[in-house]
């Protein structure tokens, strides 16, 4: 069964950090570009970064360029987000998803379900 | 990078056919053919319904179906059943190399 599952999401201060996972099964991770994608309370999907599959392109909404990081490690199947300098309003459910074809954009054809990020004192 | 516009809410009876739009702008959607559209229901991962602007991915309803036209992308529910109550957002490939999504449309099923 194809899957993607998050992990990593807890509460944190602001200005914390924070290191999301997503363990990918059952495709050949390396193969695919991926993105994460989060929602706060009460809001729409966000955008937030996009890696291809090789990590040779990595782009960044600017709501979070140089405080987010994204990476990935094909041979562990998994890919990463570094939060750091965090504030309130990171506060969402953080999705990852992979990429359907080799392009940023082109769809997300599988996501996972979720990790929360609390961004509190 | 603003998010693309769709109206809050759309409704409509079972059966019938009712149509979401997304408006862009020519750094998005009006250039580019890399629009999709997603279902999701509350505490759900959201579900790629099309790409690609007419695309059907495997296994997804051929109730469901994608146009564009200049800078504004539609997606059409034909058939309305349900289970199609969810929210639905656009999203679209950006001359910043960026995926914008749309503000989300809540459709409701009388």
């Known amino acids: 069964e194809v899957q993607l599952v998050e992990s990593g999401g807890g509460l944190v201060q602001p200005g914390g950090s924070l290191r999301l996972s997503c363990a990918a099964s059952g495709f050949t991770f390396s193969r695919y570009s991926m993105n994460w994608v989060r929602q706060a309370p009460g809001k729409g999907l966000e955008w937030i970064s996009y890696t291809s599959s090789s990590s040779t392109a990595t782009y960044y909404a600017d709501s979070v360029k140089g405080r987010l990081t994204i990476s990935r490690d094909n041979a562990k199947d998994s890919l990463y987000l570094q939060m750091n300098s965090l504030r309130a309003e990171d506060t969402a459910v953080y999705y990852c998803?992979?990429?359907?074809?080799?392009?940023?954009?082109?769809?997300?054809?599988?996501w996972g379900q979720g990790t929360t990020v609390t961004v509190s004192s | 990078q603003s998010a693309l516009t769709q109206p809050a809410s759309v409704s409509g009876s079972p059966g019938q056919s009712i149509t979401v739009s997304c408006t862009g702008t020519n750094s998005d959607i009006g250039i580019y053919k890399y629009v999709s559209w997603y279902q999701h229901h509350p505490d759900k991962a959201p579900k790629l319904l099309i790409y690609?602007?007419?695309n059907r991915p495997s296994g997804v309803s051929n109730r469901f179906s994608g146009s564009k036209s200049g800078n504004t992308a539609s997606l059409t529910i034909s058939g309305l059943q349900a289970d199609d109550e969810a929210d639905y957002y656009c999203s679209s490939y950006t001359s910043s190399h960026t995926v914008a999504f749309g503000t989300g449309t809540k459709v409701t099923v009388l």
């Open positions: 998803a992979r990429e359907g074809g080799d392009r940023a954009g082109y769809g997300m054809d599988v």
């Open positions: 690609e602007v007419n």
